[in-house]
């Protein structure tokens, strides 16, 4: 393409390798569950607090990655901790306790913290201001790769290797592309003198006092915790005990699931660069695309009208729609601050979706669970329709702060 000649290259490929490892991370408990479950001997509630983990090591680091990817450059930052990822995979494969698990989460979780932040500040670095949706959208689709390699693909290895294996050997992706983003990524630091410290905490206090961040962030990190809660673990068991699909099966619409999410991360982003030039905001993008992700959500929870696969299909595409609001809110804030704007609502994502793996979980458990290991349909229709409550109630503040804003005016 005319704007990824090989200098771009050099600087969009080792990212994407970060973030579709990042995904891969994120989402691969949703096949290996049933293993998890066996092995380590864990109920649901656990299960949700084991993979949740990943999240809320995640959100720890948002704030300070902000300021040190300001600081720093992403390029060093996210090579350091990718060393981390890789330590966790190793722990998360050599234990053999619910805690041992949770520690290796924690350490991937962090390890991977700066895969797609790092790789937003990079952008701005490097490309002009009115590709920054396209770019982003080529990245985010990297992640629907690592979400797509996450599901058949590793159905294929666990056929040579156990759960185990499989993150020995994502252990090892994981240093090998903490060395590609060092050695291959152009160093490229802002124009401007880096903040001092003190300086650094009051940007990010103007990013959370900025009602234009506050207006869209409620929605933003309800819509994407949503998805994220729902494709990195719990699509899987949904489609075992309410669809009554096998693993082969689930592994299948998984991926169905991710090639859509991929389509949806790079069409969205060209369609929102198509209607800016046309006068529709970014924004308002990014807002119609989360409603409507939330009509397909109340559709699969009483499997209404379309098929079990394509109603996931549909959601895959209209689930990417949040992500949208971090270039929105770029363009709100001065370039200096670039990071520290998409870590602040990457930071309440990643806590929301922490808080809402889990809690399904703990719903689902209310209910009793099956000789056979299958969960009640009870709890998931009570979880499902709980997330999908919290979407609307985001909805509703975004419509009211539109409300207040015009009427300061």
Not at 55 to 71: E, M, T, V, W, Y
């Given at each position: 393409m005319s704007f990824f000649p090989p200098s771009a290259l050099r600087v969009f490929i080792p990212f994407a390798f970060g973030f579709f490892l990042s995904y891969?991370?994120?989402?691969?408990?949703a096949v290996i569950a049933p293993d998890l479950v066996a092995d380590l001997h864990i109920d649901p509630s656990q299960l949700g607090l084991l993979t949740a983990t990943y999240?809320?090591?995640?959100?720890?680091?948002?704030?300070?990655?902000?300021?040190?990817?300001?600081?720093f450059g992403p390029r060093k930052v996210e090579a350091f901790l990718l060393t981390f990822a890789g330590a966790g995979a190793i722990i998360f494969a050599r234990s053999h306790t619910l805690t041992g698990v949770i520690i290796g989460?924690?350490?991937?979780?962090?390890?991977?913290?700066?895969?797609?932040?790092?790789?937003?500040?990079?952008?701005?670095?490097?490309?002009?201001?009115?590709?920054?949706?396209?770019?982003?959208?080529?990245?985010?689709?990297?992640?629907?790769?690592?979400?797509?390699?996450?599901?058949?693909?590793?159905?294929?290895?666990?056929?040579?290797?156990?759960?185990?294996?499989?993150?020995?050997?994502?252990?090892?992706f994981s240093f090998a592309t903490a060395l590609a983003v060092l050695f291959i990524v152009p160093e490229k630091k802002s124009k401007a003198t880096p903040d001092r410290f003190s300086q650094q905490?009051?940007?990010?206090?103007?990013?959370?006092?900025?009602?234009?961040?506050?207006?869209?962030?409620?929605?933003?990190?309800?819509?994407?915790?949503?998805?994220?809660?729902?494709?990195?673990?719990?699509a899987g068991p949904w489609l075992r005990d309410i669809a009554g699909m096998q693993r082969p099966q689930i592994a299948s619409v998984l991926s169905w699931t991710a090639i859509s999410m991929i389509c949806g991360f790079i069409s969205l982003g060209f369609i929102a660069e198509k209607l800016a030039q046309r006068g529709v905001s970014i924004l308002v993008t990014a807002v119609t695309g989360m409603c409507i992700s939330m009509v397909i959500q109340f559709l699969i929870v009483f499997k209404l009208f379309l098929p079990i696969p394509?109603?996931?299909?549909?959601?895959?595409?209209?689930?990417?729609?949040?992500?949208?609001?971090?270039?929105?809110?770029?363009?709100?804030?001065?370039?200096?601050?670039?990071?520290?704007?998409?870590?602040s609502i990457?930071?309440?994502?990643?806590?929301?979706?922490?808080?809402?793996?889990w809690a399904i979980g703990i719903i689902i458990n209310q209910w009793e669970t099956?000789?056979?290991?299958?969960?009640?349909?009870?709890?998931?229709?009570?979880?499902?329709?709980?997330?999908?409550?919290?979407?609307?109630?985001?909805?509703?503040?975004?419509?009211?702060?539109?409300?207040k804003k015009k009427h300061q005016k």
């Open positions: 891969l991370f994120r989402v691969v408990n999240f809320i090591a995640f959100a720890s680091s948002q704030l300070p990655l902000g300021i040190f990817l300001d600081r989460r924690a350490f991937i979780g962090f390890g991977v913290s700066a895969c797609l932040m790092a790789a937003f500040k990079s952008y701005v670095l490097f490309f002009p201001e009115k590709i920054w949706p396209r770019i982003n959208g080529f990245q985010m689709a990297a992640g629907g790769l690592g979400a797509l390699s996450a599901a058949t693909p590793v159905e294929w290895i666990l056929r040579l290797t156990d759960w185990r294996g499989l993150f020995l050997l994502l252990a090892l905490i009051k940007g990010i206090k103007q990013v959370f006092k900025s009602l234009d961040f506050w207006k869209i962030a409620p929605l933003t990190a309800m819509s994407q915790a949503g998805f994220l809660s729902l494709q990195g673990l719990w394509l109603l996931w299909m549909i959601l895959g595409f209209f689930g990417t729609s949040g992500i949208l609001s971090y270039a929105s809110l770029t363009y709100s804030f001065p370039k200096a601050l670039s990071g520290r704007v998409t870590t990457n930071l309440l994502v990643f806590i929301t979706a922490f808080i809402l793996q099956t000789a056979a290991g299958h969960y009640h349909p009870s709890g998931y229709k009570a979880s499902f329709l709980a997330v999908l409550g919290l979407q609307a109630a985001g909805f509703a503040w975004y419509l009211f702060a539109l409300f």
